[in-house]
C-alpha cells in the first residue's frame, strides 16, 4: 500500500450538467494493487494508515491520467504538414506515412516513438487508429504492453480510394481483424476497435464485414472518421447514393454505443439525433480541425442534441500529444463562435480530457477520475520553478484557476511523472 499526498483536482460530477470541479489540497490516496481504497485529508489517511510509506506530490497538481480518444500512430512523423485540406494532406503527407508501415521494422520504431509520446504527455488510456498492417498493429500492442498503456486498436481497413498498397478485401480484412482480435483483446490492458478508416475508403461489403468482426468480439469498440470536411462529406455522399454520412455506417449496424466517431464538423440535425439515440460518441479534435482548416466543431448542437464528447489529439493532423494543448484549442474554437460557442471553464475541459473520454471509451469504472475504487491512473503536473506556467501557478487565487493556467500555458515538459495502475511510467 502507498499513501499519495498532494493537491489533486478532478472531475467525478460532470460540469457540463451542473457539476463542479472536485479539488482536495492537502489529500492522501490510499493505493493497493493499483486501485484506489482510500481518499481523505492527507491527516485522516495518515492517522489511519501509519506505517505505509508516502510519496510526496505536493507543490504540484494531480489529475487523472488522460484519455485521448482519437490519435493515429504511424503519423507521428508526419505531424507538422502545415498549409492543406483534408483530402490533400492525406494524400501528401499521412498516406505515405500509412504505407511505410508496410516495413515491420519500421513500424516497430515509430510504435515506441507513439507509446513515449503519448505517456510523456501524461496519457494514460487511448483510442488508437492502428495501421493498414497486421505486422504493424502487432508493434504497436506490444509497444503498449511494455510500457502498460490502456490502449484500445486495430486494423485499419478500407478497399478503395487510397493508395493501391494500403487497400485490403473484404475477406482479407476480416480474417486479419479477427486473428489480432485473438492476439490483443483483453490481453494485458490492450482491447480491440474495430477500424475502417472511413467511408469514403469502405465498400459496402467491407463495412459489413466491420460488423461481423465487431460481434465476434465482445467488448470491443468501433472507430472511424466523420463528417469531417466539406468536400469529403460531398465525396461520401455521391458514393453512397446520397445517404449522410451517419447512415453510411449505421445501416451496417455499426454505430451504438461502443461507437466513437472522430470529428462531426459538419453533422446534420438528423445525424446528431441519430448518435444520440445510438449512444454513440464523438471525438473532438481541436487542432487538427483547426490546422487542416476543416472548421469550428459545433459543441453546443451535440450538447442540446445528448451526444456524448470528448477530445482527441488526431497526431498526425492535430498538432502534438498534449491534451492540454487540445483542452485550450477546444475553448479557442468554442470562444470563436460568436451565437452557438460554448464558454468553457477549466472544470469543463479537465472532464473532456479525462471522465468524458472514459466514458466513450466504456472505461469509466476504471479511470477517469481517482475517487475510491478506480484504478490510480495520474499524473503531476510541476512546472519548472521560475517558468512562465510556474509564475502563473503561484499568482493563481485558487486551484481551478492554476488548473486554467496549466490548460493555457502548460506542455509535456510540466508533466513530471506518470502512473498507470498505481505503478509509475516517467519521471
Ligand atoms: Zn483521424
Redesign the pocket.
Same mark, same amino acid.
Given at each position: 500500500m502507498t499513501i499519495f499526498r498532494g493537491t489533486f483536482l478532478d472531475t467525478p460530477d460532470n460540469p457540463f450538467t451542473g457539476g463542479d470541479l472536485r479539488v482536495d489540497t492537502d489529500a492522501g490516496v490510499l493505493v493497493t494493487d493499483g486501485t484506489i481504497v482510500a481518499r481523505g485529508t492527507f491527516a485522516d489517511v495518515r492517522r489511519a494508515h501509519p506505517a505505509e510509506p508516502v510519496v510526496d506530490l505536493t507543490g504540484g497538481l494531480v489529475l487523472p491520467g488522460f484519455v485521448d480518444t482519437?490519435? &493515429?500512430f504511424p503519423?507521428i512523423r508526419a505531424v507538422g504538414g502545415l498549409g492543406l485540406p483534408l483530402l490533400e494532406w492525406l494524400d501528401k503527407y499521412a498516406l505515405p506515412e500509412e504505407a511505410r508501415m508496410a516495413d515491420a521494422s519500421y513500424a516497430a520504431g515509430v510504435a515506441a516513438e507513439f507509446v513515449r509520446g503519448l505517456a510523456a504527455a501524461g496519457t494514460t488510456s487511448a483510442l488508437v487508429?492502428g495501421a493498414h498492417y497486421a505486422d504493424a498493429v502487432d508493434a504497436l500492442f506490444t509497444a503498449s504492453s511494455e510500457v502498460g498503456l490502456r490502449v484500445t486498436s486495430g486494423l485499419v481497413v478500407s478497399d478503395r480510394l487510397l493508395r493501391p498498397e494500403l487497400h485490403t478485401t473484404p475477406s482479407r480484412a476480416y480474417d486479419e481483424s479477427l486473428a489480432l482480435a485473438r492476439r490483443w483483446h483483453g490481453v494485458g490492458r490492450n482491447r480491440y476497435a474495430v477500424t475502417p478508416r472511413f467511408s469514403l475508403s469502405c465498400t459496402d461489403e467491407l463495412l459489413a464485414v466491420c460488423h461481423d468482426v465487431l460481434e465476434e468480439v465482445p467488448g470491443a469498440l468501433f472507430t472511424s &472518421?466523420l463528417n469531417?470536411n466539406e468536400a469529403e462529406i460531398a465525396a461520401v455522399s455521391e458514393l453512397f447514393g446520397g445517404c449522410d454520412y451517419v447512415t453510411t455506417y449505421d445501416r451496417h449496424g455499426l454505430v451504438d454505443r461502443r461507437s466513437v466517431l #472522430? &470529428?462531426n464538423v459538419h453533422p446534420t440535425d438528423v445525424e446528431l439525433k441519430l448518435l444520440a439515440n445510438a449512444g454513440a460518441s464523438v #471525438?473532438h479534435?481541436p487542432t487538427?480541425n483547426a490546422a487542416l482548416g476543416s472548421g469550428l466543431f459545433p459543441l453546443t448542437r451535440h450538447l442540446q442534441h445528448g451526444v456524448r464528447v470528448a477530445l /482527441?489529439s488526431?497526431v498526425g #493532423? /492535430?498538432t502534438g500529444f498534449s491534451l492540454l494543448k487540445e483542452g485550450l484549442q477546444a475553448y479557442f474554437a468554442q470562444q470563436l463562435q460568436a451565437e452557438d460557442g460554448h464558454p468553457l471553464s477549466a472544470a469543463h475541459l479537465l472532464h473532456l480530457v479525462t471522465t468524458a473520454g472514459a466514458d466513450a471509451l466504456g472505461l469509466s469504472s476504471e479511470v477517469g477520475d481517482l475517487s475510491v475504487g478506480k484504478r490510480f491512473d495520474a499524473q503531476l503536473l510541476r512546472p519548472a520553478e521560475g517558468s512562465p506556467l510556474a509564475v502563473s501557478i503561484a499568482h493563481a487565487d485558487d486551484p481551478e484557476e492554476a488548473l486554467a493556467r496549466t490548460f493555457t500555458l502548460g506542455t509535456p515538459a510540466d508533466v513530471r511523472a506518470v502512473w498507470i495502475n498505481g505503478d509509475l511510467l516517467h519521471t
Amino acid at each position: 500500500m502507498t499513501i499519495f499526498r498532494g493537491t489533486f483536482l478532478d472531475t467525478p460530477d460532470n460540469p457540463f450538467t451542473g457539476g463542479d470541479l472536485r479539488v482536495d489540497t492537502d489529500a492522501g490516496v490510499l493505493v493497493t494493487d493499483g486501485t484506489i481504497v482510500a481518499r481523505g485529508t492527507f491527516a485522516d489517511v495518515r492517522r489511519a494508515h501509519p506505517a505505509e510509506p508516502v510519496v510526496d506530490l505536493t507543490g504540484g497538481l494531480v489529475l487523472p491520467g488522460f484519455v485521448d480518444t482519437h490519435v &493515429h500512430f504511424p503519423q507521428i512523423r508526419a505531424v507538422g504538414g502545415l498549409g492543406l485540406p483534408l483530402l490533400e494532406w492525406l494524400d501528401k503527407y499521412a498516406l505515405p506515412e500509412e504505407a511505410r508501415m508496410a516495413d515491420a521494422s519500421y513500424a516497430a520504431g515509430v510504435a515506441a516513438e507513439f507509446v513515449r509520446g503519448l505517456a510523456a504527455a501524461g496519457t494514460t488510456s487511448a483510442l488508437v487508429f492502428g495501421a493498414h498492417y497486421a505486422d504493424a498493429v502487432d508493434a504497436l500492442f506490444t509497444a503498449s504492453s511494455e510500457v502498460g498503456l490502456r490502449v484500445t486498436s486495430g486494423l485499419v481497413v478500407s478497399d478503395r480510394l487510397l493508395r493501391p498498397e494500403l487497400h485490403t478485401t473484404p475477406s482479407r480484412a476480416y480474417d486479419e481483424s479477427l486473428a489480432l482480435a485473438r492476439r490483443w483483446h483483453g490481453v494485458g490492458r490492450n482491447r480491440y476497435a474495430v477500424t475502417p478508416r472511413f467511408s469514403l475508403s469502405c465498400t459496402d461489403e467491407l463495412l459489413a464485414v466491420c460488423h461481423d468482426v465487431l460481434e465476434e468480439v465482445p467488448g470491443a469498440l468501433f472507430t472511424s &472518421h466523420l463528417n469531417e470536411n466539406e468536400a469529403e462529406i460531398a465525396a461520401v455522399s455521391e458514393l453512397f447514393g446520397g445517404c449522410d454520412y451517419v447512415t453510411t455506417y449505421d445501416r451496417h449496424g455499426l454505430v451504438d454505443r461502443r461507437s466513437v466517431l #472522430a &470529428h462531426n464538423v459538419h453533422p446534420t440535425d438528423v445525424e446528431l439525433k441519430l448518435l444520440a439515440n445510438a449512444g454513440a460518441s464523438v #471525438a473532438h479534435c481541436p487542432t487538427s480541425n483547426a490546422a487542416l482548416g476543416s472548421g469550428l466543431f459545433p459543441l453546443t448542437r451535440h450538447l442540446q442534441h445528448g451526444v456524448r464528447v470528448a477530445l /482527441g489529439s488526431d497526431v498526425g #493532423a /492535430g498538432t502534438g500529444f498534449s491534451l492540454l494543448k487540445e483542452g485550450l484549442q477546444a475553448y479557442f474554437a468554442q470562444q470563436l463562435q460568436a451565437e452557438d460557442g460554448h464558454p468553457l471553464s477549466a472544470a469543463h475541459l479537465l472532464h473532456l480530457v479525462t471522465t468524458a473520454g472514459a466514458d466513450a471509451l466504456g472505461l469509466s469504472s476504471e479511470v477517469g477520475d481517482l475517487s475510491v475504487g478506480k484504478r490510480f491512473d495520474a499524473q503531476l503536473l510541476r512546472p519548472a520553478e521560475g517558468s512562465p506556467l510556474a509564475v502563473s501557478i503561484a499568482h493563481a487565487d485558487d486551484p481551478e484557476e492554476a488548473l486554467a493556467r496549466t490548460f493555457t500555458l502548460g506542455t509535456p515538459a510540466d508533466v513530471r511523472a506518470v502512473w498507470i495502475n498505481g505503478d509509475l511510467l516517467h519521471t
